[in-house]
Structures are given as structure tokens and as C-alpha cells.
């Protein structure tokens, strides 16, 4: 297959096919950062701008990572430190950027359709990484790969998204993605975490936990985004992780050699208990391990396309 798209913004707009192009080119890019030196020349001379407005520590690293061990350059760029601080604009300040001839540019933002406003404006390609509730392209992306390596397929796998469903953009792009390569998505949450109509883009809903993870062959379990809520949704904590949270009685419900999952960073005790995180069945720093392979699979394809079509 020949990649033919220069930003990513969003799994909405890839095809299955694009999607399991990306998962095997990251294949083949993993055991590079098993190596004792972990670095291969292949975007040598191509520079990366991560342009973080949002905390994070998996994505960003990650997506520095990637960029090193594929011998781009890479310059961060965080709110804190910018000249947006000073008042200029989103939009003026990676004008500037692009004057300075980057390839790519890497963003996060609070608002969902940042990235997606930027990559009609400017040259170099725009990876979302984290648009407001919308989307985490890379991230589902990292946790299909994983779910891949660990049970060898994809497609008829049933997978229950449990949480806040309303404020993840990590459920939105896991949604497209698994729904795209036929496995069969379960959500539950609390009815004021579960979005209006969400059963349109292909999903159950359920509203008991036990329902939704019953045989499942993987859980994945959402952070609580207090930052991205005005008011309270939920009555107390205590009552979530009483009502919602995964423990282990409730993994019983699951298939026995269900794989447990989190984008991270991980509420302990709220969503997910400690000893289910750090259990046999938890694959959540393996999800982290993949983030890298994915993320030099993606910066690997779109510096591709942009050096063959300059246009
Ligand atoms: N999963 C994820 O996006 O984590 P960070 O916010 O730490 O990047």
C-alpha cells in the first residue's frame, strides 16, 4: 500500500486498510528500540516541532523518542514558555514555526479541531496527539497494536471501554479504530459519562459494568478527567469506584486471560485498583512500550509523503 495522506488528525478519516498499514509498519519499527543503540538514519534531516498546550508525559515523550531514534530533530514548544504567553495566536505562532521550515508538527491542544484548523493552513504535516474530547489518534492506535501482539488478531475481539466516555478522546479514536477492523466495542459508564447518540458510531451501551465486561477478551478502563469537568457528574469518588471501578472481583466477570488496559496517566484506586494495574493481566506499560514503535511508524509515513509531493 502507498501512504498517501500528509497530516493525521483523526482515526474518523482512515480506512481499515490505512489503519493496519500503520500497525505493521510499527512492526517493523519496534525491535529498534531494543537494540543497544537505538537509533536507524531513516528521518535524517527532517525536523519535528512537538507543540504541547496540554500537560502529558506518555505522548510527548513518546513522540520525542520516536523522532531521536529516527534521527529527526526534534524542538519542544510549550505554552508556558512561548510567546502565547506575550498574546500572539495559535495560529500566528506556527505560521512562525513553519517559516522556519519544519516538516512536521506535533500538537496538543484543549480545543477538539485545533489540529485540524492548523493542517488546512499550513505546509507541514499536523499529528494530533490530543484534541480536547475528540481525539488521540496515536494512542488508539498504540492500544490496537498492543491488543494485536497480545492476541494475534483484531477482528470478532470484544473490547469494553469503561468510564467517562464523554471527556476521551481515547475512547472516541479507540471507537473508530476497533470498530473499523471488526471487533465489537461494549461502553459503560454513568449515564452522565456516557454521550447523547454514541450508539450511532457502532457500539452497546451499558450502564452496569458487569454487564459490559461479561466475556470480554480486553477492559479498558478510562481516567476520570476531572480537569475537563465544569460540574460534578458523578456523586463522589467513592461511589465510582464503588458502582464502576476495576477490581479484581469484578475482572472474574471478564474472560480469564482478559487483557486489563489504561491510556494512563492512571486515577489508582478511583477506576482501576492498584493491584489489577500491576496485575498479571495488565498490559498498561506495554501499551506505553508500543506508543514509540507507533509513533515512528506515523512520523515515518507522513515525512514520506511530504518529501515525494512538496506540494
Ligand atoms: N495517554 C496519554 O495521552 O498520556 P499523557 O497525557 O501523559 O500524554
Redesign the pocket.
Known amino acids: 500500500m502507498k501512504w498517501d495522506k500528509r497530516d493525521l488528525l483523526g482515526l474518523e478519516q482512515l480506512t481499515k486498510d490505512e489503519i493496519i498499514f500503520i500497525l505493521d509498519t510499527a512492526d517493523s519499527f519496534k525491535e529498534i528500540s531494543t537494540r543497544a543503540i537505538k537509533k536507524v538514519p531513516t528521518l535524517r534531516g527532517k525536523t519535528a516541532v512537538l507543540l504541547f498546550l496540554e500537560?502529558?508525559?506518555?505522548?510527548?515523550v513518546s513522540f520525542e523518542l520516536a523522532a531521536k531514534r529516527l534521527s529527526a530533530d526534534m524542538v519542544n514548544i510549550s505554552a508556558s514558555t512561548s510567546s502565547m504567553l506575550k498574546g500572539e495566536s495559535l495560529r500566528d505562532t506556527v505560521r512562525n514555526i513553519e517559516a522556519m521550515k519544519v516538516d512536521l508538527v506535533i500538537m496538543r491542544h484543549s480545543m477538539a479541531g485545533a489540529p485540524h484548523r492548523l493542517a488546512g493552513e499550513i505546509e507541514p504535516g499536523v499529528i494530533n496527539a490530543?484534541d480536547g474530547c475528540h481525539e488521540?489518534p496515536t494512542?488508539a492506535l498504540l492500544d490496537m497494536f498492543t491488543i494485536r501482539e497480545k492476541k494475534g488478531r483484531l477482528k470478532g475481539l470484544k473490547v469494553a471501554i469503561i468510564g467517562d466516555i464523554s471527556h476521551s478522546r481515547v475512547a472516541r479514536s479507540n471507537i473508530w479504530g476497533l470498530t473499523k477492523v471488526g471487533a465489537e466495542v461494549v461502553i459503560a459508564g454513568p449515564p452522565t459519562y456516557i454521550p447523547p447518540y454514541i450508539e450511532k458510531m457502532g457500539v452497546k451501551v451499558k450502564y452496569r459494568v458487569e454487564e459490559a465486561i461479561k466475556g470480554v477478551d480486553v477492559v479498558m478502563v478510562l481516567r476520570i478527567q476531572r480537569e475537563r469537568q465544569g460540574k460534578n457528574l458523578i456523586p463522589s469518588l467513592r461511589e465510582y469506584r464503588k458502582i464502576f471501578g476495576i477490581n479484581r472481583d469484578r475482572l472474574k466477570i471478564a474472560k480469564p486471560d482478559a487483557l486489563i488496559m489504561h491510556?494512563?496517566?492512571v486515577n489508582r484506586g478511583i477506576e482501576l485498583d492498584p493491584d489489577v494495574a500491576d496485575g498479571p493481566q495488565s498490559v498498561i506499560l506495554e501499551q506505553v512500550t508500543s506508543g514509540v514503535a507507533i509513533r515512528m511508524a506515523v512520523m515515518y509515513l507522513l515525512s514520506g509523503v511530504k518529501s515525494e509531493n512538496p506540494d
Do not use: E, L
Open positions: 500537560p502529558s508525559t506518555r505522548t510527548r490530543g488521540h494512542q491510556p494512563g496517566p
